[in-house]
């Protein structure tokens, strides 16, 4: 059985009618602006993942029978849904836990081919799933060079691009920040690394959500993102241009017929109901008319930005309308700890993140000490941003 098949109508059904009604978990007593942390879950992935486990087609892969057939086709149907998200007919993909466990294995896969020396780019704006792992490669004699932000977090292109050099061999970069927003011309600055024989790996993690995200057009050489922050399961994946990379093999890696291929990348069993997930969601968002849903995302976004900023005592940190951005509003009450902000908020059914959001690189470019994130998804409504906006001007009066 293929997977088309055996999902049916099912993604027609869950696609029709109005966006928010299309995600189980939703409540309108509930305002979540949780997503840059982890979106609610589409109902064809909850409807598919479950069928699937519900079903007698559960196996492990290369097996040679017909469930164990069906685990081959879940990765090959995916790895379909997600060419044609990210616009990557080209090239291979790897699927694993999440976008740090990828990230952490491509480095450490690449590692042996770098020598003392050599160096990598790394910016301050960057999430650390996309800094850790190749600041660790300080131990073989590799040189780290980093970008710095602008006092408004913004991440000019010469910020990166001045670092560049003949022993450039990475460049890291974020395609949209998690903590401020910002959305860096990746484009400009993989033309610049390629310019000197450099590949460019790029976290995409908050940009899929909210941004049509074309390969081509970005230029990098590696591209990975995780699927529970664009309405699927926790899984991470991990798109590779072709002939990338051409490392070592990894001690622990699963034999492979392909020892320099993608397989070296994928350790253990596949977690073939989360990569069934990534690739219904995958299918999901393009089914949307992505250019009305990013519209209608930055719109609530400008809006929750213009309500926070104007409360007396705030202070917004998050990029703002002269940046190009991903629509997600990061701010500190004076006097207030972010801890104490965001409890507040919990106290009036809205959902928000608080801390540094693993890009302590990052705030402490703008800012001293915790912050309080919100972001917009796609099932968040006016009546969400006039909640919070609300709720937040009693905490500054309390």
Not at 53 to 68: C, I, M, T
Not at 120 to 135: G, M, Q, S, Y
Not at 264 to 281: D, I, K, W
Request: with cysteine; glycine share 12%; hydrophobic share 45%.
């Amino acid at each position: 059985m293929n997977v088309d098949d055996f999902l049916g109508p099912l993604l027609d059904e869950c696609t029709a009618g109005p966006l928010p009604g299309q995600f189980p978990g939703r409540r309108d007593d509930d305002h979540r602006f949780d997503g840059p942390g982890g979106t609610l879950v589409h109902g064809a992935v909850v409807a598919a993942v479950a069928r699937h486990l519900g079903s007698g087609l559960v196996a492990n892969d290369h097996g040679g029978f017909p469930a164990s057939d069906f685990s081959d086709a879940i990765v090959s149907w995916s790895a379909a849904r997600l060419r044609e998200l990210l616009g990557a007919p080209d090239g291979d993909f790897v699927f694993g836990p999440n976008m740090t466990g990828l990230t952490t294995t491509f480095v450490r896969s690449v590692a042996p081919g770098l020598r003392p020396g050599d160096e990598i780019v790394v910016t301050k704006l960057d999430h650390e799933a996309n800094r850790a792992p190749w600041l660790a490669l300080t131990d073989r004699g590799v040189v780290i060079r980093e970008a710095v932000l602008e006092p408004s977090g913004a991440l000019p292109v010469q910020a990166v691009t001045e670092l560049i050099g003949a022993r450039t061999r990475w460049v890291a970069v974020t395609a949209a920040s998690n903590a401020l927003g910002f959305v860096p011309d990746v484009r400009a600055i993989a033309a610049a690394a390629h310019a000197v024989g450099a590949k460019v790996f790029v976290d995409g993690v908050q940009a899929v959500a909210h941004r049509r995200t074309e390969m081509s057009e970005l230029g990098c050489d590696a591209f990975v993102t995780a699927s529970y922050k664009w309405y699927g399961p926790h899984a991470g994946v991990l798109w590779l241009a072709p002939g990338v990379p051409a490392g070592a093999r990894l001690a622990e890696q699963v034999p492979s017929a392909e020892p320099d291929g993608p397989g070296h990348l994928q350790l253990g069993t596949t977690n073939f109901e989360a990569v069934l997930g990534a690739g219904v969601a995958a299918a999901v968002l393009s089914r949307w008319d992505r250019a009305v849903v990013a519209e209608r995302e930055q719109r609530l976004g400008d809006a929750l930005r213009a309500g926070v900023a104007e409360l007396p005592g705030v202070r917004v940190l998050s990029a703002g309308p002269e940046h190009e951005r991903v629509p997600l509003v990061t701010f500190q009450v004076d006097g207030m700890p972010a801890e104490v902000v965001a409890k507040h908020l919990t106290e009036q059914r809205i959902s928000v993140w608080h801390g540094t959001f693993y890009a302590s690189a990052a705030m402490r470019s703008v800012a001293e000490g915790d912050a309080v994130r919100a972001g917009i998804a796609c099932y968040t409504g006016e009546s969400d941003v006039d909640a919070l906006v609300r709720a937040l001007a009693g905490v500054v009066r309390a």
